[in-house]
């Protein structure tokens, strides 16, 4: 409490200049539509429109006043590994009745993070794992009493209580947790040994449609290339279109919903199927390094310390064609965001040097995982411990002003403090995140930083529009996410309105400002929060 009283105290004596940032509206327009321009072909990393795109980044950094961030150099290197999954021939569910076959595309999608030129699954046996989670501390196991070694598990999507309204449940209720996310099923599913696993897709729970799975998961896929090349991950890894689980269940004896409840409720014990599965696919791999982009403006007196801004600038590059165009541009996404993050380094910059120091970070592979936040959290240029906090970005508001400001995943560290006063002084009210349940907080950059126990804001505009409220603001959260997220029609569009995005824009620079001014402040997450622990361990071995 104290603490808080110390905070507020220091947020109402700022000085004016650096209150009114001078946020570009010009530098949003025209970063953001310069990178989601058909000339930089949706920005897949480790292609040649990678190199235009960093040239482009690092040049607006220099302009904006940043001193390149890395020993003397603008960028980091990033080895990362690519595989394309080919020759995909469709595979075979059999025991029970004829054999099913399982299309490509149509009724799964396929893929490894083994760097191995063939996989071949053969009579695989099937086991229905409910959620696949593993979570000792809630007294859970989806894995309790079931030997998975060698077989197939298939899993449902999100974590076991999204369906519950509020927040109360063994994973915070309708909230997604960590838990919920893919990433960690495929690992839980890997560390159990298991060779294949597959996750049920349901539109809902997931958060997205059938096309954004068949999109992100056909292709090229990347990955970070370490020692071992992944081979205690599972030979396959995948989803399931509904219709083609049901069949599966269904030759089982079996039916989703019934299985989904029981996998609810806690003790839920796996379910072997009678059924295996046999399939196999060559992979072409390609061996390149990545860059993440990183600028800094030097601090004067405690430049030893830092704030972190941060945003990818990668997007899907070619993919599926939409009446003829296969260029994914992810204008919105990330496109706007790299355009925040310059705009910002223009705004900082023209304040002037602040105590501390400020880095400006463009990572590269979120869409492919997170992988460039992960592999700077892994390898930092900037000691973690001496990372203070920042603000990440991934798509900005082009909708206009909002009256709420969303923490996505709130509750979680003293950075939301600081916001709170940022956000009323625009005559704005904290907002509840309309889709808890999509799990926002786990996935995008700032979460490969709040892991290694660095506190990062996810926040920004919600759905009470200035023009049209709730309503007006579903509607328009509801078309991108039908329409555009993830697909060629994310494409820059003049007629968009930046007002909303400069009043973040605003609240992310007076934070940053503030944690750069007062070297004294180090917030902390919550003493509930589950990087509390790491950070403090973090912190003591600084000091
Ligand atoms: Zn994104």
Not at 285 to 309: E, W
Not at 463 to 488: F, I, L, Q, T, W
Request: charged residues 25%; glycine residues 12%.
């Amino acid at each position: 409490m104290r603490r808080l009283i110390l905070l507020s105290l220091l947020l109402s004596g700022t000085a004016m200049a650096q209150d009114r940032p001078a946020i570009s509206v010009e530098t949003l327009k025209t970063v953001t539509q310069t990178l989601g321009s058909d000339e930089y072909e949706g920005r897949a990393p480790t292609t040649p429109a990678e190199d235009k795109t960093v040239a482009y980044i690092i040049d607006r950094f220099q302009k904006a006043g940043l001193k390149p961030g890395n020993k003397g150099s603008w960028t980091q290197d990033v080895p990362m590994v690519e595989i394309t999954a080919t020759d995909v021939r469709p595979f075979t569910v059999s025991g029970k009745g004829a054999p099913i076959t399982l299309d490509y595309r149509r009724d799964m999608v396929v893929g490894t993070y083994r760097v191995t030129p063939r996989i071949d699954l053969k009579n695989s046996e099937m086991v229905f794992v409910g959620y696949g989670i593993t979570a000792p501390e809630k007294g859970w196991d989806d894995y309790a009493g079931v030997d998975v070694r060698g077989k197939t598990v298939v899993i449902l999507v999100n974590d076991a209580d999204w369906q519950t309204m509020g927040r109360d449940g063994p994973f915070e209720g309708r909230a997604m947790t960590w838990y919920g996310r893919w990433p960690y099923k495929f690992e839980n599913a890997a560390k159990h040994g298991a060779a294949a696993a597959l996750i049920v897709h349901q539109t809902e729970p997931a958060a997205y449609p059938w096309a954004v799975v068949q999109s992100s998961w056909t292709g090229p896929q990347l990955e970070l290339d370490e020692p071992g090349d992944h081979m205690d991950q599972a030979q396959v890894i995948g989803w399931l279109q509904e219709p083609a689980a049901q069949r599966i269940l269904a030759a089982a004896g079996r039916d989703l919903a019934t299985l989904t409840k029981a996998a609810q409720v806690k003790g839920f014990r796996a379910v072997p199927l009678g059924l295996t599965l046999s399939g196999g696919f060559s992979n072409t791999i390609r061996r390149q390094a990545s860059k993440n982009v990183i600028g800094v403006l030097p601090g004067t007196t405690t430049l030893g310390d830092y704030v972190l801004y941060s945003a990818h600038w990668d997007h899907l590059g070619r993919c599926d064609a939409v009446d003829g165009d296969d260029i994914c541009n992810g204008a919105l996404d990330n496109a706007s965001g790299v355009a925040g993050l310059v705009a910002l380094a223009e705004a900082q910059a023209k304040a002037g040097p602040a105590k501390r120091s400020i880095a400006f970070l463009a990572v590269t592979a979120e869409e492919s995982g997170l992988l460039g936040s992960g592999y700077y959290a892994q390898h930092p240029v900037f000691p973690l411990s001496r990372t203070v906090g920042g603000v990440n970005m991934d798509g900005l508001n082009v909708t206009g002003r909002s009256r709420d400001f969303v923490l996505v995943g709130k509750g979680k560290s003293e950075i939301e403090d600081m916001v709170v006063p940022l956000v009323k002084a625009q005559g704005r009210y904290i907002g509840e995140e309309a889709h808890p349940e999509r799990g926002g907080y786990y996935r995008s950059d700032h979460f490969s930083f709040a892991k290694l126990g660095v506190p990062m804001l996810d926040g920004g505009s919600g759905e009470d529009k200035v023009v049209g409220g709730k309503a007006a603001g579903r509607a328009a959260s509801d078309d991108y996410v039908a329409h555009r997220y993830h697909k060629p029609a994310d494409e820059y569009d003049p007629n968009w309105d930046w007002t909303g995005a400069v009043e973040d824009l605003t609240v992310y620079y007076q934070l940053g400002r503030k944690l750069a001014e007062h070297p004294g402040l180090w917030p902390n997450w919550y003493p509930t929060a589950e990087f509390r622990g790491i950070r403090d361990m973090s912190r003591k071995n600084a000091q």
